[in-house]
């Protein structure tokens, strides 16, 4: 049959193909140049024979390859092509990891975990408590231009078990309260103080601004999804979520109770926040600031990354810090660049962490995402990489001032697990379904055991 | 049929059963090569590492059964996502069945425009999963949303789809609907192969359209429906991308289904050995309910083959 | 071959059935009304509200892929995009450079499209084969241990992934096949549980008087697979065609765990970047665009290959 012929010579024909193509790709790497030659030769007439000699170069110094893991694929076009200038036989490969929950874990377990790895703040404890990255001190000390001075406090501090630090960190974004000039004109009520802006004062600024009628909100709601958001308000109050060593969980005590029912309460008030469920966002927890910019809100608390939306909002905004209870605290928000114990290349994947976290490539990056770095001499460079080019005045100095009072988000061994007993509860408090005061310390003793279980 | 006859009703020798049984492993082969290659290493390092525990970024550790006790007395929240799940499939899975097969009874008559109307309800099914219940979000959102929207249009304040604990399961199992075109396809595939000479035996017979719905048409489809149901539960008791991308979870654990607890435990808690126990102890429960169903499908399925 | 004119005329059956109609209103009502306008008012009535239902999301699909980006989050919802954005097709899938979060030397999307079309060729033809046999033997052959081992074939998908994850991605670690497309294409030659079931379901509504005959002539059970079942199953055949190729078009978790440079990554990936890569600040509107681009593909399939699978003939299919 005609069909069957044509199957024959289609599979004789790709198999000749597909040899021809495997024979080609085996080609050896030698470079082959060919060198023309004058050759004098002695005879009555001068003749210049021209001769072909094969010459083989050895090929350039070995060249590394190092893979930088991170979760946003931050274009590093800068950033690398300075690096490969002073640096070209480190060729730094960045691979994007999407889903990093399941990815980073399952490298981990097969032993294939980049080279350099950038992860949030309680997964860079995680993998160094079980030794997926190695120890960095032997590296800092050995890095005269690694300042630790330049750093802020808390975030220097933060990567250290035991005396062995695991990461260093780059940019970060600080939570603070941004607020609608224009609404608080028309409403006639003063701009949040800069320098003692309390939790007293959101309130009250909060519900001269409210109108739920006509759909206006003197504060944004609380994102109930994204637990880590509550922590900034019971460090407000000065109570923790875990105690220091990261042993106990602390949410019961009365530091916590008090400062998330206080939160609770003014969300269930319904006249100063708009409720969970009207959120204009898609996307889950800390979604952008839609509601926001569309100026329906007085004043929002948010992780400084959404001054890229504001630009375009259209009226004249500004920011505050975080308001304060009895002491000002504010979540700071970033990563930490690491190095897998399984790296082949130990020595350059410093070199490159290391060119990553310098004053320069923080400034670049922080730049691009409208962050403050974590080193001072970063925030130094002008025009400052937080500031955004916007024609009415903002008080900008509030965001770099976050890293000297602002803390890192809590690290405990087996977070995830502890996360979703806390975010339950919270979730339950936030709905009204159950008072701080019942709830935290049922769930407190169970957190304690999850974190405590190495 | 006896012992010793196959399929074909011919009596065989021992030889010829032998050949034959040689043959059937021979076309089985492509499997049984691919199950040992890539899938039986996994699927039973997943049940040793049942007895671990395994956080994926530290070395395994072993510790019995306590997984298997914790699951059912302390784990609230696997015991809740059971109930989710069941829930979940015990609506789901009939009210979508019953769907895809009204379609494809609508859609295999002299209709202008079959093309189209064809495309329209499998058109959900070639959407990217994770892009569909992204698009359902939004759908479903208590402001933005297109339902809620319409719903003003007519007066009427739409309830918050996806954050009321009560109606939560509901709004996702109307989404599971949505993507009945492929149980649809299956369907009209199956009303393809419909052997007409029954149908002019029936007519011919005086039969009523009815009659010849229940008497024929069911039965000749049963096959598929047989298929449709079983992959229904297989699958809809494993539902994960829809509460991962749309709800979380919640509100309040309401839509913790159990193949989302399940890849929050391995890959959030990174307790991936609690994880396993729990996969484990789901398939027992899906292989339970499948081989039911294949004990009761002995009496409604019928195949043409076995005539 | 006898055999083959049985095939070729019950082909030629199905592909010259007169189209005729069913009955619909006597199918609800009973023998007594004549068939007519009403009953085409019904059809044509109950086809549009669905229709429309399963449409909505694509209206509002299509609504936001045109919007310009101050007009996504809008309350109340803008209807109908005022200016319509057409660039913003072009624009989310040829983004380059900081503003896109896309790194400059990252390959153009054509590239991942290459990738998604290698993985979902490759997926189809091999699933086909493979599973079509696999079916075969369960549909016509008898032999020790076949309910065991159907079930057992049932049973490996009833195991969630997320737990034969990791194993599996320490073996391709192990093949060195991590970050390349052979982990998303070998495995695909072996046979898919779900195809397996729903051809056996197929090839066991053909009657088997056609293998007997074949049989009778000296055929082998290759030929019969080969030359009668295949042939007669092409409804079958197509619908698993069409499936597989949006499942591995579409495929999301498998190319997310396993591919990490650029170079490797398929249209699923890109797609998500949208949602990973701008820090919850989404944009939507590029997102919903390519969404739909990406959906093309798989609906011009489907478009075409319906004459394969699905036609005219009816449940009731006798002239009247």
Redesign the interface.
Known sequence: MDAKLSRRVFLRTAAAFGGGVLVAACQPKVVEKIVKETVEVEKVVKETVVVEKVVTVMPSPEVVTI?Y?R???????ETTKSFVEEFPYINV???????F???V????????LPDVLRSWEAMVL??GR???VIELNPFVDATPDLNPEDFYENWWKYPVLEGKRFGIPDAVAPHITYYNAELFDEKGVPYPDLDSFTWDDFEQEARAISDPDNRIWGSETIPV?WHMFSVKQVWQNNGRYYSPDYQECWIDRPEAIEAIQYWADLLLDGNVMPS???I?????????A?LF??GKLGMQRMGS??T??CI?AGFRWNIAPEPSKVKRDTITHGAFNAIASTSEHKDEAWTWLNYNCSTQSIYEYAT??KFPGVRKSSNEIEPHSWEADVDFQVDWQVIPQCLEYGHVLPGPA?E??AL?LIG?AL??IY?G?AKAAEIFPEVAPKVTEVISEI | MSATTNLIGRTTTRRKRLREALTAYAFISPWIIGFVLFMGGPILASFILSSFR?????PPRFIGFNHYIKMFTTDELFQLSIGVTFKYVLVSVPLAQVLALSLALLLNQRIRLLGFWRIVFYLPAVVSGVAGS?LW??MY????GIINNLLLLVGIQGP?WL??KEIVLGSLIVKSLWNVGVPMIIYLAGLQGMPQELYEAAEIDGAGEWVEFWKISLPMLSPVIFFNVIMGFISGLQTFAEPYVMT?G????ATLFLGLHL??S???????GYASAMAWVMFLLILTLTLVQFKLGSRWVYYEAEA | MAVQDLVTKSNQDMDNSAVTSIDFRVFLLGSQFKPGLLRQLMVYGLLIVLAALFLLPFYWMVNTALKP??QV???PPTWFPKPVMWSNFYKAMTMR??EA??????PPVYKYALNTTLITVNGVVGTLMSSSMVAYAFARLKFPGQNVFFVGILSTLMIPF?VV??PQ??IW?NLNW?DTLWPLMVPHWFGSAWNIFLLRQFFMTIPVDYDEAALMDGASRWDIYWRIIMPLSRPALAAVAVFAFVYFWNDF?GP??IL???ENFTLT?YL??F???F????P?HLYMAAALIITLPCLILFFFSQRAFLKGITITGFKR
């Open positions: 893979r893991g979760h946003d694929p931050y274009p590093l076009e490969q960045v691979e994007q990891i999407g889903e929950h399941a990815k874990p399952a490298m981990a377990a097969a032993g294939t995680d993998l079980y030794g997926q999804g969970p469920s009207q204009v966002g898609i996307g889950g927890a800390g979604a952008a839609e910019t569309a990354w959404i890229q939306v375009d691009f995402g087996n995830g697990e979703k339950d979730e339950k709905s379904d | 395994w956080k994926l970024i530290a992204v979000s939004w959102h208590n402001q933005l918050n954050f009321d979380g919640g509100p309040d654990n890849y929050q391995a890959f959030h808690y990174l307790k991936m | 980006s101050n989050f809008r309350v450079g900081t979060r896309v790194s400059s030397s990252a997320a994850m990791v991605f320490i670690k991590l978790l997310l765990i990490s440079t650029p990936i998500v970047n949602t990973v890569a820090w919850q600040v989404t939507w």
